[in-house]
C-alpha cells in the first residue's frame, strides 16, 4: 500500500496562514500489478489503485522532530474506486512557521487501518503581515 509521493521526494512550500493549494493523491497498491502493466515494485506507475470507497483517508501532520500531531485532516474522496482523495487545508493549519511532516492514514469502512509508509513535507515560512 502506497501513495505515488515517495518520502520527501517533494517538498510543499507553504505561508503561515495558508489553506491552498489542494493537494491530490491517489492511494496504490504497491503489491499489485495496474491493469495492463506489470507489477514492478520500484515504479509506482505500474501499481494498482486501491479502492478506497466507503473508507476514510486523513491526513496527519507534525512538526518535523515532534511526537505531537498538530493537525489531522479528513480528505475528500475524489475516485473512490481509483484511490483518488484530495485536500485543501482548514484555516489555522499553518499558523506558525518550521518544517512539518505528514503522514496518510487510511481506514477501511469495515475496519482496519493501513498507513501510507511515506511522508509528505512542509515548509512554512513566515508571511508578511
Not at 474506486?81 to 511532516?101: H, L, M, N, R, V
Request: contains cysteine; negative net charge.
Amino acid at each position: 500500500f502506497e501513495v505515488t509521493i515517495m518520502a520527501y521526494a517533494s517538498t510543499i512550500k507553504l505561508v503561515v496562514g495558508d489553506t491552498l493549494p489542494e493537494l491530490n493523491f491517489t492511494l496504490k497498491d504497491s503489491n499489485a500489478a495496474a491493469s495492463g502493466s506489470t507489477l514492478d515494485p520500484e515504479d509506482s506507475t505500474t501499481w494498482a489503485p486501491i479502492d478506497i470507497t466507503g473508507g476514510t483517508v486523513k491526513l496527519r501532520v507534525r512538526e518535523v522532530g515532534e511526537t505531537t500531531v498538530l493537525s489531522t485532516i479528513t480528505m475528500t474522496l475524489t475516485t473512490p474506486s481509483d484511490g483518488e482523495c484530495k485536500t485543501i487545508f482548514p484555516s489555522g493549519t499553518w499558523s506558525a512557521s518550521g518544517t512539518f511532516e505528514g503522514e496518510i492514514e487510511f481506514t477501511k469502512s469495515g475496519g482496519g487501518v493501513q498507513t501510507v509508509q511515506d511522508l509528505v513535507k512542509f515548509v512554512v515560512r513566515d508571511d508578511f503581515d
